[in-house]
């Protein structure tokens, strides 16, 4: 069975960096598309970013374009997040999420596959 495990949150100060890690396992991901989404507390689950295992196709929402960078190691079935520049409203639990046959890129009910989230907070 799928299984998708995000690690690498934490705290980090206004303008810091963190680097999330997303394992896949369980199956070949060759069709998936990959996302990173994020929800706040009383917030709903927002699209962060996006690509696709087959051509490393990439998309990302407004609000962390030019700051965050989603990339793949195929070999090694695992999404990775570059998050810089981070500001307080990044603050949020990440999910890593699957969608198996493609979909537009921040359709929600497309991703499938969730991980169990991992807590970035920004604070100084």
């Known amino acids: 069975q799928v299984q998708l495990v995000e690690s690498g949150g934490g705290l980090v100060q206004p303008g810091g960096s963190l680097r999330l890690s997303c394992v896949a396992s369980?199956?070949?991901?060759?069709?998936?598309?990959m996302g990173w989404y994020r929800q706040a507390p009383g917030k709903e689950r927002e699209f962060v970013t996006a690509?696709?295992?087959?051509?490393?196709?990439?998309y990302y929402a407004d609000s962390v374009k030019g700051r965050f960078t989603i990339s793949r190691d195929n070999a090694r079935n695992t999404v990775y997040l570059q998050m810089n520049s981070l500001k307080p409203e990044d603050t949020a639990v990440y999910y890593c999420?699957?969608?198996?046959?493609?979909?537009?890129?921040?359709?929600?009910?497309?991703?499938?596959?969730w991980g169990q989230g991992t807590q970035v907070t920004v604070s100084s």
């Open positions: 690509i696709t295992w087959s051509t490393g196709s990439t």
């Open positions: 369980g199956r070949t991901f060759s069709t998936y598309t």
């Open positions: 999420a699957g969608a198996p046959y493609g979909t537009r890129w921040t359709h929600l009910e497309s991703y499938v596959y």
